[in-house]
C-alpha cells in the first residue's frame, strides 16, 4: 500500500482526489461478496444453540441428536480407519454400502434400484438435496415449498438462483389444499419439495397425498424431491410411504435421505440420493464436483450398520414416541399448546397469549428456563408462525425429563 500513503504527496487537489477514487475502487473489489448471498443470515436454530451453549441449557432447539453411538457404526469405522480404507472413494460411494442401501430400499421402502446406476452417497442428506437441485435445476426455474419448510431447503435454492413458491399445511392436522396446490403450478414449476415426516411439522404424507402430488408433477413436467430422513420415526401405528414405491410416481421422484437421524450420527454426514440412472448420473457428476465423495470410513461404518436388526428400528421410534409424550405433557402444563406430531422429532407449539410472539417466548425460554427452542418463523414465509415455536426431543431421557420439568414451571416463573 506504498502508493496510497504517497498519494497524500500529490502535487494537486485534482491527483490527490483521483488517488482516493482509486483507494475507494480497490477496497470494493477485495470486498465483493456474491449477490448469492443476499438476504441470507445465520438461521435462528443455529443462533438459539449459540445462546444454549451461553447460559450451559439444555437444547431443544437444533435436531443434533446427541444420543450414543451404537458400537456396529463404531467398529465398522474404526476397521476402516485400521485398515487404511480412507482414500477418496468411487464418488457415488463405496460398493458395499449401496448394495445395503438397495437391500434396505426394497425391503424397507417398498422399492427397488440399482446399486451401480440407481444410488448416489452423499454429504448427508442436505448435499444430497444440494447435488439433485444443481442437477435438475436451472436459475429462474421455480420449485414449489411446502410450509412450514426446512430452512435448509429453501436457502440451497435461493443460492441456485431458484424461485420459490409457498403453500401452506394448515394446523392443526397439516392438511394440504389440493386446489391451492394446483394453483402454485405453472409453466416455470420444475420441483416440489415432500419431506416426510416433515421438519419442523411432524406430518407423515399418506400415499393418497403423494399420489395426489405426482400426478401434478407428472401433468407440469416437474420432479418431486423427497426428503425422507426421518423416514423410521413414525407414530401410533403409522407407516412411512416412499413417493417412489407409488409405481405412478417413481420416474418422477428424486428420493433423498440418510443416517443422520436413524443411527443418531449426525456429524457423519452420510446421506444418499435414489433416482432413475438418467438423473442418478447427473446427480453423481454433482456430487464429484461439489464433495469429491462422502467420508470413506465413515461409509464402510454404516453399511456394517445396515445390517442391525429390525428391533432396533422398532426400538427407536418406540422411544421416541414416548419422548413426545413426555414433552407434549409438559408444554401443556407450561401453558403451551402443541402439534402432536405424527413422525420425526420435533414439536410446533403455539405460545401463550402473554408472549407478543414465538420468538419473544423462545427468548423467554433460554434465559428464564435455560431451555432452546426455535422461534417458528424460521420455518414460515407468511406470518403464520409467527406465533409458533419448535422443539427437538432427541435427547436422552434424563436430559428430556430436565427439561420437560423447566417447561412445566414455566407457567409458574411468568
Same mark, same amino acid.
Given at each position: 500500500m506504498q502508493w496510497f500513503r504517497g498519494s497524500r504527496d500529490a502535487s494537486s487537489p485534482a491527483q490527490y482526489s483521483a488517488s482516493l477514487l482509486e483507494i475507494t475502487r480497490y477496497h470494493r473489489r477485495m470486498s465483493q461478496i456474491s449477490s448469492r448471498l443476499n438476504g441470507l443470515v445465520q438461521s435462528d436454530i443455529r443462533r438459539m444453540s449459540r445462546e444454549c451453549e451461553r447460559v450451559e441449557g439444555i437444547n431443544l432447539g437444533q435436531g443434533i441428536c446427541d444420543l450414543p453411538t451404537i458400537p456396529e457404526l463404531i467398529e465398522g469405522a474404526s476397521e476402516a480407519i485400521q485398515g487404511s480404507k480412507a482414500t477418496y472413494s468411487r464418488f457415488e460411494g463405496i460398493d458395499l454400502l449401496r448394495r445395503r442401501i438397495a437391500r434396505k430400499l426394497e425391503r424397507f421402502n417398498g422399492y427397488a434400484a440399482d446399486p451401480?446406476?440407481?444410488?448416489?452417497?452423499?454429504?448427508?442428506?442436505?448435499?444430497?438435496?444440494?447435488?439433485?437441485?444443481?442437477?435438475?435445476?436451472?436459475?429462474?426455474?421455480?420449485?414449489?415449498?411446502?410450509?412450514?419448510?426446512?430452512?435448509?431447503?429453501?436457502?440451497?435454492?435461493?443460492?441456485?438462483?431458484?424461485?420459490?413458491?409457498?403453500?401452506?399445511?394448515?394446523?392443526?392436522?397439516?392438511?394440504?389444499?389440493?386446489?391451492?396446490?394446483?394453483?402454485?403450478?405453472?409453466?416455470?414449476?420444475?420441483?416440489?419439495?415432500?419431506?416426510?415426516?416433515? &421438519?419442523?411439522?411432524?406430518? $407423515?404424507?399418506?400415499?393418497?397425498? @403423494?399420489?395426489?402430488?405426482? #400426478?401434478?408433477?407428472? %401433468?407440469? =413436467?416437474?420432479?418431486?424431491?423427497?426428503?425422507?430422513?426421518?423416514?423410521?420415526?413414525?407414530?401410533?401405528?403409522?407407516?412411512?410411504?416412499?413417493?417412489?414405491?407409488?409405481?405412478?410416481?417413481?420416474?418422477?421422484?428424486?428420493?433423498?435421505?440418510?443416517?443422520?437421524?436413524?443411527?443418531?450420527?449426525?456429524?457423519?454426514?452420510?446421506?444418499?440420493?435414489?433416482?432413475?440412472?438418467?438423473?442418478?448420473?447427473?446427480?453423481?457428476?454433482? &456430487?464429484?464436483?461439489?464433495? $469429491?465423495?462422502?467420508?470413506?470410513? @465413515?461409509?464402510?461404518?454404516? #453399511?456394517?450398520?445396515? %445390517?442391525? =436388526?429390525?428391533?432396533?428400528?422398532?426400538?427407536?421410534?418406540?422411544?421416541?414416541?414416548?419422548?413426545?409424550?413426555?414433552?407434549?405433557?409438559?408444554?401443556?402444563?407450561?401453558?403451551?399448546?402443541?402439534?402432536?406430531?405424527?413422525g420425526a422429532y420435533y414439536m410446533l407449539a403455539e405460545v401463550p397469549a402473554e408472549f407478543t410472539s414465538g420468538r419473544a417466548a423462545a427468548d423467554h425460554l433460554i434465559e428464564n428456563a435455560r431451555v432452546a427452542s426455535v422461534p417458528g418463523p424460521s420455518f414460515y414465509a407468511s406470518d403464520r408462525g409467527d406465533r409458533l415455536v419448535r422443539f427437538c426431543f432427541a435427547k436422552d431421557f434424563a436430559a428430556l425429563e430436565e427439561a420437560c420439568r423447566r417447561l412445566a414451571r414455566i407457567a409458574v416463573n411468568r
Open positions: 451401480e446406476k440407481e444410488i448416489v452417497v452423499t454429504v448427508g442428506s442436505t448435499g444430497g438435496f444440494a447435488a439433485a437441485a444443481m442437477a435438475t435445476l436451472n436459475p429462474g426455474d421455480e420449485v414449489i415449498l411446502f410450509e412450514p419448510f426446512y430452512g435448509y431447503h429453501l436457502n440451497t435454492l435461493k443460492v441456485m438462483g431458484i424461485t420459490t413458491k409457498f403453500v401452506a399445511l394448515r394446523a392443526p392436522d397439516w392438511s394440504i389444499d389440493f386446489d391451492e396446490l394446483r394453483r402454485a403450478f405453472s409453466n416455470r414449476t420444475k420441483g416440489i419439495v415432500v419431506c416426510t415426516p416433515s &421438519n419442523p411439522c411432524g406430518k $407423515v404424507f399418506s400415499r393418497d397425498e @403423494l399420489e395426489k402430488i405426482g #400426478a401434478l408433477c407428472r %401433468e407440469f =413436467g416437474a420432479w418431486a424431491f423427497t426428503d425422507e430422513i426421518y423416514e423410521y420415526i413414525v407414530y401410533d401405528g403409522l407407516r412411512h410411504t416412499s413417493m417412489a414405491s407409488i409405481e405412478s410416481c417413481r420416474d418422477v421422484t428424486i428420493t433423498i435421505s440418510g443416517f443422520s437421524k436413524t443411527f443418531s450420527i449426525t456429524g457423519w454426514r452420510i446421506g444418499y440420493v435414489t433416482a432413475e440412472a438418467k438423473v442418478a448420473q447427473p446427480i453423481g457428476l454433482v &456430487n464429484d464436483l461439489l464433495y $469429491v465423495c462422502a467420508p470413506t470410513p @465413515l461409509q464402510w461404518g454404516v #453399511a456394517e450398520a445396515l %445390517e442391525i =436388526g429390525d428391533e432396533y428400528y422398532r426400538n427407536l421410534a418406540s422411544d421416541y414416541e414416548k419422548k413426545r409424550d413426555m414433552l407434549a405433557s409438559a408444554l401443556v402444563e407450561g401453558g403451551f399448546k402443541p402439534f402432536v406430531p405424527q
